[in-house]
């Protein structure tokens, strides 16, 4: 085969993964996704939008598994009413 012509193949193994983090739709707001080193060990972790539940942060173990810790940095209660709130109090 030409390989100018050759597609990428993916597989879905984002439960596999452990991302098996789901948005949930608010409103017209679409989700969002953020890669950084949040403990700076070398690795990109993800911070996901929730939407209408809280936010998730994903700590990647170095070998394509992620861990959620959400509730260990507080982000699941941080982040758990906050959209909820500001849309039913403007
Ligand atoms: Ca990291
Ligand atoms: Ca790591």
């Given at each position: 085969?030409?390989?100018?012509?050759?597609?990428?193949?993916?597989?879905?193994?984002?439960?596999?993964?452990?991302?098996?983090?789901?948005?949930?739709e608010m409103l017209l707001m679409g989700g969002?996704?953020?890669?950084?080193?949040?403990?700076?060990?070398?690795?990109?972790?993800?911070?996901?939008?929730?939407g209408?539940?809280?936010?998730?942060?994903?700590?990647?173990?170095?070998?394509?598994?992620?861990?959620?810790?959400?509730?260990?940095?507080?982000?699941?209660?941080?982040?758990?009413?906050?959209l909820?709130?500001?849309c039913?109090?403007?």
């Amino acid at each position: 085969m030409n390989s100018l012509l050759a597609q990428p193949q993916f597989t879905e193994r984002s439960v596999a993964a452990g991302l098996g983090f789901i948005y949930e739709e608010m409103l017209l707001m679409g989700g969002g996704a953020a890669a950084f080193d949040f403990d700076n060990d070398g690795d990109e972790d993800l911070y996901v939008v929730g939407g209408a539940k809280h936010d998730a942060l994903f700590e990647n173990d170095g070998t394509g598994n992620f861990t959620d810790v959400s509730d260990e940095y507080g982000i699941s209660e941080l982040t758990k009413y906050k959209l909820t709130y500001q849309c039913n109090h403007r």
